[in-house]
C-alpha cells in the first residue's frame, strides 16, 4: 500500500535558524497536505498543494511540491519559539479515499 | 478544530472492558476519520466512514468497532480484544474524499487520551 516517509523524525534548532522536513511517497500523490500539532494538541491544517512543482508560501513558512508528485517539504525560514510542535504530511493518493500520513517531524526552538 | 467534539478528553479501561470514545461534529461533513496517535508514531487510521450507515475498516481496525447512525456522530468503541488500546485517539471530519481535492481536508477534534489500569 502507498507509504509517507518523513525526516527527519526529530529536529532541534536555535531560534533563528532555518529548518526543513521532508515527505516521500512511494507511489504518486494527487495532492499533499500539511499539519501541525503543538505539544498535547491537535493537528491543524496548514495548507494542500495540487500541482506539480506547486510552491506556496504562507509568511515564514515554504511549501513545495515535487514535480513528480512524489514529494514534498516544508521549510521555516528564521525559526520562533511559536514554530515548536510536530508537522505532518499527508498524501492522497489518486483513485485513493483516505489520506495517509507521514510520521511526522518534532520541532522544538531553543530561545 | 472548533465544531469537532470529542468525549471524553481522559479516559481510563479496566481489563476486559469495552469502553466508547464519542466524536461529534456540527460542520455539515459527510466523511468522519478514526485515528489512534502512540508517542513518535503518525497518525494511524481506524476507521473512515463518508456517508451515514457506512463505514470502512483502516490500517489498524482489530479490537475497534464504530457505528454511523448519524451524520453528525462516529462513536468509536475500542473492545477488550485490543490488547493496547493506551494512545492518543483522534476524530477527525471532511467535506468527501474524492470527490473534490479541496473537500477532503481534515479537520480534528482535541482527542481523547485513553489509558489502562
Known amino acids: 500500500g502507498q507509504q509517507v516517509m518523513q525526516i527527519p523524525q526529530y529536529q532541534h534548532v536555535q531560534e533563528g535558524e532555518d529548518f526543513t522536513t521532508y515527505c516521500n511517497s512511494s507511489t504518486t500523490l494527487s495532492n499533499i497536505q500539511w499539519y501541525k500539532q503543538r505539544p498535547g494538541g491537535h493537528p491543524v491544517f496548514l495548507i494542500q498543494l495540487v500541482k506539480s512543482g506547486e510552491v506556496k508560501k504562507q509568511k515564514r513558512l515554504t511549501f513545495q511540491f515535487g514535480e513528480a508528485k512524489k514529494n514534498s517539504s516544508l521549510h521555516i525560514t528564521a525559526t520562533q519559539t511559536t514554530d515548536v510542535g510536530t508537522y505532518f504530511c499527508a498524501g492522497l493518493e489518486g483513485g485513493s479515499e483516505k489520506l495517509v500520513f507521514g510520521k511526522g517531524t518534532k520541532l522544538t526552538v531553543n530561545p | 478544530d472548533g465544531g469537532i467534539t470529542q468525549s471524553p478528553k481522559y479516559l481510563f479501561r479496566k481489563e476486559g472492558q469495552n469502553v466508547t470514545l464519542s466524536c461529534e461534529q456540527n460542520?455539515?461533513?459527510?466523511?468522519m476519520y478514526w485515528y489512534r496517535q502512540d508517542p513518535g508514531q503518525g497518525l494511524r487510521l481506524i476507521y473512515y466512514?463518508?456517508?451515514?450507515?457506512?463505514?470502512q475498516k483502516g490500517d489498524i481496525a482489530e479490537g475497534y468497532s464504530v457505528s454511523r447512525e448519524k451524520k453528525e456522530s462516529f462513536p468509536l468503541t475500542v473492545t477488550s480484544a485490543q490488547k493496547n488500546p493506551t494512545a492518543f485517539y483522534l476524530c477527525a471530519s471532511s467535506l468527501r474524499t474524492g470527490l473534490s481535492l479541496a473537500k477532503n481536508i481534515q479537520y480534528f477534534g482535541a482527542g481523547t487520551r485513553l489509558s489502562v489500569l
Open positions: 466512514s463518508q456517508i451515514v450507515n457506512d463505514f
Open positions: 460542520l455539515n461533513h459527510d466523511a
